[in-house]
């Protein structure tokens, strides 16, 4: 099972930018689909972002298209996550995930493979 550690959360005006990185080990990267997803207590972990697994596809939720971009390096094993234009509603915990799919880049909750250890991005109004 691929192995994923998040990196690059934090405390962030509104309107401001963070990026997020995901690093997988343990298996062939590129066999998998990925994306990131953010939970906020109480309320059931979402998809926010996916690309597929040779990059030439993303899915985005309705409610950061146009705000962040999804990226992955195959050469370097990690995926990205660049958030821009923040908003407090952004504020969750967020988890980079794989799906072994060559078909999609929209990853179903139900699905996924393995989950990163989650990363806190908040934003402040």
């Known amino acids: 099972q691929v192995q994923l550690i998040e990196s690059g959360g934090g405390l962030v005006q509104a309107g401001g930018s963070l990026r997020l990185s995901c690093a997988a080990s343990?298996?062939?990267?590129?066999?998998?689909?990925m994306g990131w997803f953010r939970q906020v207590p109480g309320k059931e972990r979402e998809f926010v972002a996916g690309v597929s697994w040779n990059g030439g596809t993303t899915h985005y939720a309705d409610s950061v298209k146009g705000r962040f971009t999804i990226s992955r390096d195959n050469a370097k094993n990690q995926v990205y996550l660049q958030m821009d234009s923040l908003k407090p509603e952004d504020t969750a915990v967020y988890y980079c995930?794989?799906?072994?799919?060559?078909?999609?880049?929209?990853?179903?909750?139900?699905?996924?493979?393995?989950w990163g250890q989650g990363t806190q991005v908040t934003v402040s109004s």
């Open positions: 995930a794989a799906e072994a799919t060559y078909s999609r880049a929209y990853l179903h909750l139900q699905s996924v493979d393995s």
């Open positions: 343990g298996v062939t990267f590129s066999r998998y689909a």
